[in-house]
């Protein structure tokens, strides 16, 4: 099991989700973060934390982003950590 970041973070990267995060498994691509499954602990702090509800338990994701799961495996593999908060990009979407 893993935590996985899906489509609402694309273009938001608010960032605050890697500040509560205690192993370090956010990667950084240019418009979207992943979630690295082998390091990921699933402590569950980030999830509250993300503005727009781009976190997902992988049990809990929503069917249309469930190839969001092996997006995070592959590119996590490819992007360099992130660790420190950054301005976001925008404003994502919204909590419904
Ligand atoms: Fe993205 Fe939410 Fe983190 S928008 S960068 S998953 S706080």
């Known amino acids: 099991m893993t935590?996985?970041?899906?489509?609402?973070c694309v273009d938001c990267k608010n960032t605050i989700c890697v500040t509560v995060c205690p192993v370090e498994c956010f990667?950084?691509?240019?418009n979207i973060l992943y979630i690295?499954?082998?390091?990921?602990?699933?402590?569950g702090a980030c999830l509250p934390e993300c503005p727009v509800d781009a976190?997902?338990?992988e049990e809990d994701l929503?069917?249309?982003?469930k190839h969001y799961t092996?997006?995070?495996?592959d590119k996590s593999r490819t992007t360099p950590v992130i660790s420190e908060q950054k301005e976001?990009?925008?404003?994502?979407?919204?909590?419904?």
């Not at 690295?36 to 402590?43: E, F, L």
């Open 88 to 96: 976001p990009l925008g404003p994502g979407t919204p909590k419904s």
């Open 62 to 65: 929503p069917e249309k982003w």
């Open 36 to 43: 690295d499954p082998d390091v990921c602990i699933d402590c």
């Open 55 to 57: 976190i997902y338990l």
């Open 27 to 30: 990667h950084e691509d240019d």
């Open 3 to 8: 935590h996985v970041v899906c489509e609402p």
């Open 70 to 73: 092996a997006l995070n495996k």
